[in-house]
């Protein structure tokens, strides 16, 4: 498969929406949960949990058809991304409609990251579980580090990220546009050894980091009781930082397998 077809899912599905306003995930900053109408019942922690879980086993039910029936999947990779983008939007510009639009994102969502998984399996055995395994055991540790209070979500936190972030995204941009026209790339974001690497950590971190601001972003806008339906909305928010982790593990992988 086409490397510009990784980096068009990645800039357009992931970073793109992680670059924002604000906040290292636009979809969690402040200005959202001030701006929605109020609705009948309140968010909670519990509930964006149980939104999560369900998102993420919609995902797993796509990504798995993907998995097992990719000769109709992967060619439809780069129209399933447009809708993806498209879905997101409407999740975001109209925030009410995250109980139905997130759902169909998740499924989506599911299909891209199934065949993507395939492809890299199919080239190192065994680096699909292997990346689902760390992007669980990063987000638990990221999870385990908030609530502990070792990560603590200070405005010079926040900025060093957003930073991060808005400079992973414009890379990330540009080098998708150096693939449309043909005109290079950066080699270097590719190299398996040397600055390639180090430059997949720190990336990897990045994403890991954005855990943490939406984990305290949410618990912040529990306790001022924004309406029910923004539970979605927060679920879809943290799917999207934690597709974007497994991606960037899956990536790391590959060149740790070179």
């Not at 797993?60 to 939007?89: D, E, G, K, Q, R």
Request: charged share 15%.
């Amino acid at each position: 498969m086409r490397r510009i077809s990784l980096d068009f899912v990645y800039a357009c599905e992931n970073n793109w929406l992680l670059e924002g306003c604000g906040m290292s995930n636009p979809l969690l900053k402040d200005d959202v949960f001030r701006s929605v109408v109020r609705s009948d019942g309140v968010m909670t922690v519990p509930g964006v949990i149980n939104k999560s879980m369900v998102l993420l086993v919609l995902l797993a039910i796509s990504a798995f058809y993907s998995w097992t029936h990719c000769n109709i999947v992967t060619p439809l990779v780069i129209p399933i991304t447009m809708v993806a983008f498209v879905l997101a939007m409407i999740a975001i510009f109209k925030k009410a409609s995250s109980p139905f639009v997130a759902p169909c994102y998740a499924m989506c969502e599911g299909f891209i990251l199934g065949s993507f998984s395939l492809y890299f399996e199919k080239l190192y055995p065994g680096i699909a579980v292997n990346a689902i395994l760390l992007t669980m055991c990063v987000s638990f540790s990221m999870l385990a580090a908030y609530k502990t209070g070792l990560l603590k979500v200070t405005p010079k936190f926040q900025k060093i990220v957003i930073f991060s972030t808005f400079a992973i995204a414009f890379v990330y941009m540009i080098q998708f546009f150096l693939n449309i026209f043909g005109v290079g790339d950066f080699s270097y974001i590719h190299n398996s050894s040397g600055l390639g690497l180090v430059i997949s950590f720190v990336i990897v971190a990045v994403a890991a980091l954005n855990l943490v601001i939406d984990f305290d972003l949410i618990e912040y806008n529990a306790r001022a009781n924004v309406p029910k339906y923004m539970e979605w909305y927060c679920a879809f928010s943290l799917m999207i930082t934690l597709v974007w982790l497994y991606f960037e593990i899956l990536r790391l992988l590959s060149k740790l397998r070179k």
